[in-house]
């Protein structure tokens, strides 16, 4: 891999969306992690591999409680304790 040619599309994308390429870079990164949606609550997505729950849609990370639980809602309107693990 050419680390210059690589830099270089970056700031091409950068400049084309006025984004950094610090930002594009998360941005990639984020596709490359694997979140898997919670079966019944649409709002909350968890990590395939840390178990880590956060909010879909401003993947704000929940944090648990001195047990390791977060409480979410469900489609029905039920609040869920989930065990996260990090």
């Known amino acids: 891999m ?3 040619k690589l830099k270089n599309a970056l700031n091409e994308l950068g400049a084309e ?3 950094s390429s610090n930002e594009l870079l998360k941005v990639l990164q984020s596709e490359v992690e694997q979140w898997i949606p919670i079966e019944d609550c649409p709002k909350y ?3 395939s591999e840390t178990g880590v729950i956060r909010n879909r849609s401003t993947h704000r990370v929940l944090k648990p409680n001195n047990s390791g ?3 979410i809602r469900n489609t ?3 609040v ?3 065990k996260q693990s990090e």
């Open 76 to 78: 029905r309107g039920e």
């Open 80 to 82: 869920i304790a989930m």
């Open 17 to 19: 969306y006025n984004a």
């Open 2 to 4: 050419n680390q210059v």
């Open 69 to 71: 639980y977060v409480k």
């Open 45 to 47: 997505v968890k990590h």
